[in-house]
């Protein structure tokens, strides 16, 4: 069993900053990449940022500059630093993790996060 929880969420205003946190936990043996997509309505899930064991970074286009992923692996953790947000932005941000476990240590299995709300006045 994993659990990936996400926490940061909330409401800014356009120009502010949030910082998106997601920690996973359970029976893990190692975390490949992490990332974090995002949905907002009448839309499909988009990717915004993803983080490889190795900390190789990409970024969608339209974040880059303004947002920065990083990772705490000894903490399974994954962060979002969003900066200069803007109402596009408005989404529910969703944490993803490649994970293999104890018990299956060379089959990589995919999670998600249940989604943490952003939203950005004008």
């Known amino acids: 069993q994993v659990q990936l929880v996400e926490s940061g969420g909330g409401l800014v205003q356009a120009g502010g900053s949030l910082r998106l946190s997601c920690a996973a936990s359970g029976s893990i043996f190692s975390i490949n990449d992490m990332g974090w997509y995002r949905q907002a309505p009448g839309k499909q899930r988009e990717l915004v940022a993803t983080?490889?064991?190795?900390?190789?970074?990409n970024y969608a286009d339209s974040v880059k500059g303004r947002f920065t992923i990083s990772r705490d692996s000894a903490k399974n953790t994954v962060y979002l630093q969003m900066n200069s947000l803007k109402p596009e932005d408005t989404a529910v941000y969703y944490c993803n993790a490649q994970i293999t476990f104890t018990w299956s240590p060379d089959n990589l299995y995919n999670y998600w996060g249940q989604g943490t709300q952003v939203t950005v006045s004008s």
């Open positions: 983080i490889t064991s190795g900390s190789s970074t």
